[in-house]
């Protein structure tokens, strides 16, 4: 019983990981009904950023979240304003296109700065554990965890409690409702594009930390995060959180129980058998196709 409560434990400290990343792929779905290929390439541009901070400067990992953070928000909201609005209404095959363009670019970019060999941070927590009795649970993902689930907490009250949380919303609500009453959509678009680029590398810095990384590997998390947004219910923020916790628990019993190979093929399985059922996902509305017609 003492090692299923550690594993669950440790599974929704990796979920609140997955969540923080997550959260920032589904806002940019709300509101603009883009879904951004590089938003993986982001999380591992956060990754080689913090490491950057880390290794240079001798920053602890989770503190240089301060830095990255608001740093990779500026260069989210330029990229939208370059490069995604002059497209945001185009059909949303073009917008896929591009973004994946750009997730190249940047995959690129890092492989000119940093190289393309393997890298990882690891501070001195990295490899200690927090013991009660014969409960272990590694400090990295206790700390890692803990950040992501109070980045999502602010962005949960930036969401609900500020007039910029309700023009977001009602963005992504109704586009053309939200221009009647004096919201600017464009401008909000630029300002969430910001937001979920900052959750993504924001989730970089702790990914970083508990796994190794290449430029490459954006490929593997972006498959990862769409899969998590697809069992939430595309364009839901709750969703994204429930899918990402389900995504997490489902790696961790998985390797603990079953083998660690099937780790990262199991929680797909779930997707799959969830979308069998509810192809809109868990908290997904489902769409008329009367209404997606028109």
Known sequence: ???????????????????????????????????????????????????TLWSGPGIDPLLSILIVAPATFALGWALYKVTIEPVRTAPMASTVLLTFGLALVIEATMGVIWGNNATSIRPPYGSDSFSIGSFYMPKAQVFGGLVAIAVLVALGLVLTRTWLGRAIRASAANPTGAELVGIK???????VFGLGTAAACTGGAIVGILYSFVPGTHYTWIARLLAVVVLGGLGSLNGAILGAILFGLAETFTSAYVSAAWATAFPYLIVFAVLLIRPQGLLGARQREDASAL
């Not at 999380?43 to 913090?50: C, D, E, H």
């Not at 959509?185 to 300002?191: D, F, I, K, R």
């Open 1 to 51: 019983m003492l090692e299923f409560l550690q594993y669950l434990v440790l599974g929704l400290l990796v979920g609140g990981v997955y969540a923080l990343v997550a959260s920032g792929l589904s806002l940019v779905f709300g509101v603009m009904r883009i879904i951004n290929i590089a938003h993986g390439a982001f999380l591992i541009l956060g990754a080689f950023l913090t490491y």
């Open 185 to 191: 959509v464009s401008s909000v678009s630029a300002l």
